[in-house]
């Protein structure tokens, strides 16, 4: 089925510094989205994105956060600068869009802020 | 504040027994609800979904019970395999908007 790809699978970075996080989302898809979960709890969401633009954000959205998807380059997250509290596995999802259309989401990325 | 919720947290079952996993929601504008089903080290791959228009939704061994009325949906999982072993996240969005909104998920044991 279709695939999302998410690079790198785990990344350890120390606080303070900046951290991308890469996503390859289906390729004619329209809608994407960041997720955090930690330890292997409640998906929280964090920010869908369509046509260039954030459509919503959650509180967990923080200012230090930033997403954008340069014309048919990878969908990343941003995260400048690090904190404890953001080391969590982050997963990135997309859909064409539209009245429930399946939302297909990566492997995650799990992110070690020390 | 929790918009989905589900119960319980943790189950164990015997090979071939149905598991039921319960949710419910509090947002009356939700009204598309996926099943997720996530392995260790894997990302969620949705199960099954309903809308609320309907009431009952069947896919093979795997069927979703829903009660609009009183905002709860249960997830029965018939002849479960040790293949079934997951957790399984309920999940809601409301009509039009791309958002998901999980529940904590239920880790589901099946016992050989």
């Known amino acids: 089925g279709p695939k999302v790809l998410q690079i790198p699978s785990h990344q350890i970075i120390d606080m303070g510094q900046m951290v991308t996080l890469n996503c390859d989302p289906v390729?004619?898809?329209?809608?994407f989205y960041w997720y955090k979960q930690i330890l292997g709890q409640q998906m929280e969401f964090l920010v869908n994105?369509?046509?260039?633009?954030?459509?919503?954000k959650s509180k967990l959205f923080k200012d230090q956060f930033s997403v954008e998807r340069p014309d048919g380059s990878y969908f990343t997250l941003k995260i400048q600068p690090t904190a404890l509290e953001d080391s969590a596995v982050y997963f990135c999802?997309?859909?064409?869009?539209?009245?429930?259309?399946?939302?297909?989401f990566g492997k995650g990325t799990r992110l070690t802020v020390v | 504040q929790q918009q989905v919720r589900q119960s319980p947290q943790s189950l164990t079952v015997w090979e071939g027994e149905t598991a039921i996993l319960n949710c419910s929601y509090e947002n009356s504008a939700f009204d598309y609800f996926p099943w997720y089903q996530q392995f260790p080290g894997e990302g969620p791959a949705l199960l099954i979904s309903i809308l609320s228009v309907s009431d009952k939704k069947e896919d093979g061994r795997f069927t979703i019970f829903f009660n609009k009325r009183e905002k709860k949906l249960s997830l029965h999982i018939a002849d479960s395999q040790p293949g079934d072993s997951a957790t399984y996240f309920c999940?809601?969005?409301?009509?039009?908007?791309?958002?998901?909104?999980f529940g904590a998920g239920t880790k589901l044991t099946i016992k050989p």
């Open positions: 390729s004619n898809h329209l809608y």
């Open positions: 999802a997309s859909s064409l869009g539209g009245r429930s259309t399946e939302v297909f």
């Open positions: 999940a809601a969005s409301p009509y039009g908007n791309e958002k998901i909104t």
């Open positions: 994105f369509y046509n260039g633009k954030v459509m919503e």
